[in-house]
């Protein structure tokens, strides 16, 4: 237990600092302790780190950041691209900016008022040095000591100050993915298992409105067939009144149901996601179904008997589901934004690319695509059809999420249902991976080296079309081998995202995302080394959901926030042209934070046709 | 011309396709016999790959073109796109799962209903690795869990009273593949036995003369059946499951 004395600690900082605020704001009242006059500086970094990482303890709602984000939600003023404005509060008393936020507090979250103004104020210490940067104001009068401070937490990168046993919710997020024993296994109880299954964070289930399980994410169908009835009942009690359920809360628990024709799909989330984004996974998870069966086939189906068993026809695409269940768990910033990462290279290989594939063209040819790790190189596609983000998520997910597909090697076939495009149909789809058997013989298919794989994509109304898609896969390929494009594809794939420090050089942000609104596409920076780990990795999408549902609520007219929490910082910045989100230090002032966002973004508009495809090879 | 390995050797090209029920190792076989490879809990084919592979024979060598089909009942109606104009199909089911040998039956009937006449038929009974290699088990062993097994997996295969997972005895299936004169064998794509000799044994049925010279690609599969079937439509198979299921 640490957290006395340098609660203590900061308490002290916080009634020197702001008088204001810890005389009616904080609940522990301000001790009359010694100010540990001379704390060295290592001590005294530790300290300032303990003043970020350990307010979420005082609260009565922990270390979510909810909390402390949604304060800052409110609290930051009109949005417009000033985001420092303060409410024309003089700047000169150190104490008055934090007159905004109090008040804000207490309209909304009168209950909660006490316990969130202590957290308020850790982000607010900070905010004085950007105004008064800005307005020419009195930052000199800090002390040494708290400047020393300041210039070395700055770079303190997101999330570390935090040790994760204090981060309930996602302690058990790396066993997430782990099976659950089955029956056969007789060392569990069916207490363990249940148990199991109940400490999943993110459970995803469909059933039939008659009732039948059709897919769980967890836990096999005996386990959890109680359950399944359990939702059915409560789903359907609510349609028998015609007033369908949305959804609801038990305790940190958010339940989301979506009905589509005859199927239940629920999501069951405590990862903190908004409706609207648990909802877009379920309908994500709908269009794998519809792609697997198309709507009339569905629709046909529960129409003759309603009964049905629907896990029959869908036999093998479990692993479909699951992987696009999984990737929505894992934080999919494809998911989120609605929007399809690209390749960056230059525009002129890219033509080269669009032109070579234009040039062997076949005459059943509905789309071709050229993907690399995931990410899109070439398009080409008729004039009158674009193709649309979310099919384009399905095919990513079969392609490069779920090994179904790679694993078998050769060249595949595959009939599919593009749901945005045409619900009613089936299109073939050509796959082969470029660096296929010859270029990896014996290595095993593991999840990294599918990330850097080639392949080449050809869809096709016409099932009998295999050989004319073979033969022009083997003439892009010659093509592309000749000028060299497939180097360069490689080249790029291996060289992964780009960098923060390469984009903006100087700037604290540790991660950042890009949608270009036009082309519904979006660019990311790397996410080693700070995030490559899977709880960083989530903690990251977790800040990413928030402003994301923030800025897009639906009443909300925002067009900027900033968020500060214990752990981290993060920015949203909506336009009509663009969708700008990032994740800096807990320590990054607004200031610094939006320098970076803008050069960002120039960097991102000097680079567009690298980034993005703009158009495409159309014919 | 610096044939190394004796005189150069007439080449021609079979097309051979695989069928059988979801999850024997129709997949894990192919990977065996053109990779040397094997992968625990393979994911289900979706669709269909195709793939290719030579066989060198003393006299000849074959280069088989091999439709590595999906074996869940939604892409049955697929099927005749890929066994249509094929020299040999090889036809798979889990010896430790009887289901999948009426499966098997059934679509050994339906090539010798519908395929070209001189097709090459070959029995194929896969995850020989689960049973006891000694004991001949008692058929028809009635496995009522029949839902969810991993491709080749067998991890719940079943009841293994004495580790011996075998469903189907080797009579049975020999004396059947011998009325319908079938090749049979069984195998294991986990440990790659009787893998190799399966497809040598196909090599070598295939009649001589019903042998070209290697063809271009797709000069068999140009020929349209006039589009029967736009989609995969989900009403048969349907009835099929139904039928399954009282079938066992």
Known sequence: MRTGREDAWVSQVANDEQHHAASDGDDTPPPPLPPRPTPGPQPSHDAHLAAAADRPPLQSKPTTAVSSMSIQTVSFPDGSRGTFTSGGDDPSTKGSENVVIPGDLASTRADLDDNMSVATFAPTLRAPGDLASLLGGSASKRSPAWKLLRSQSATVQPFETIPLEDDATLTEFPNEFDGIPDESEQDWSDWDRLGMWKSKLKHY??????????????????????????????????????????????????????????????????????????????????????????????????????????????????????????????????????????????????????????????????????????????????????????????????????????????????????????????????????????????????????????????????????????????????????????????????????????????????????????????????????????????????????????????????????????????????????????????????????????????????????????????? | MADSAGAPRPSSSVKLVLLGEAAVGKSSLVLRFVNNDFQENKEPTIGAAFLTQKCNLPTRTIKFEIWDTAGQERFASLAPMYYRNAQAALVVYDLTKPTSLIKAKHWVAELQRQASPGIVIALVGNKLDLTNASAAAAAGGNSEDEDEEGESGGVSGGGDESGDARKVSTDEAKTYAEEESLLFFETSAKTGHNVSEVFTAIANAIPETSLKSTRGPGASNAVSRGGDEQRVNLTGPRGDAAKDSCAC
Not at chain 1, 369 to 394: F, T
Not at chain 1, 457 to 467: A, Q, V
């Open chain 1, 205 to 619: 289930m469909i059933l039939s409105s008659a009732g039948k399980p059709i897919y769980s994410r967890h836990g096999d169908l005996a386990l959890i067939n109680s359950s399944m009835g359990v939702v059915q009942t409560i789903i359907s009690f609510y349609e028998g009144a015609k007033n369908p359920l949305l959804g609801f809360t038990a305790g940190s628990t958010r339940f989301v149901v979506a009905t589509r024709g005859p199927l239940y799909f629920v999501a069951i989330s405590k990862l903190g996601e908004s409706d609207t984004q648990l909802r877009a996974q379920l309908d994500a998870l709908y269009m794998q179904i519809l792609s697997t069966l198309t709507l009339p086939t569905l629709t046909h189906i529960f129409a003759n008997r309603p009964s049905t068993d629907l896990r029959k026809p869908l036999e093998g695409t479990e692993s479909l589901l699951s992987s696009l269940a999984d990737s929505f768990t894992k934080g999919s910033p494809s998911a989120l934004l609605g929007a399809l990462e690209c390749l960056k290279i230059r525009k002129s290989h890219r033509h080269a690319i669009n032109n070579a594939f234009l040039k062997s063209r076949a005459d059943n040819l509905l789309y071709g695509l050229i993907v690399a790790g995931g990410k899109l190189v070439s398009v080409i596609r008729p004039r009158k059809h674009s193709l649309h983000p979310s099919d384009l998520q399905l095919i990513f997910n079969m392609l490069f999420e779920s090994g179904g597909v790679k694993a078998g090697g050769g060249d595949n076939w595959i009939p599919l249902c593009l749901p945005a495009f045409n619900n009613r149909g089936y299109l073939y789809m050509y796959v082969n991976y470029l660096d296929g058997p010859a270029a990896s013989p014996t290595t095993p298919v593991g999840p990294h080296s599918i990330h850097e794989e080639t392949a080449i994509i050809m869809i096709s109304p016409d099932k009998e079309s295999f050989f004319a898609m073979q033969q022009m896969k083997n003439d892009v390929v010659a093509e592309l081998e000749k000028r060299g494009s497939l180097d360069i594809i490689r080249a790029a794939a291996r060289q992964g995202r780009p960098r923060v420090a390469e984009v903006a050089p100087g700037s604290q942000i540790s991660h950042f995302l890009f949608k270009s609104k036009a082309n519904v596409q979006f660019c990311m920076s790397a996410l080693d080394p700070v995030f490559s780990d899977a709880v960083a990795h989530r903690r990251l999408m977790s800040l990413y959901h928030n402003v994301h549902a923030t800025v897009h609520a639906k009443h909300a007219h925002l067009k900027v926030i900033h968020c500060v929490g214990a752990d981290a910082t993060s920015l949203a910045w909506v336009t009509p042209v663009f969708e700008f989100y990032c994740v800096a230090g807990p320590n990054a002032s607004r200031h610094v934070i939006t320098q970076g966002a803008n050069r960002v973004i120039q960097w991102a508009k000097r680079e567009e046709e690298r980034l993005f495809i703009i158009g495409g090879g159309v014919f």
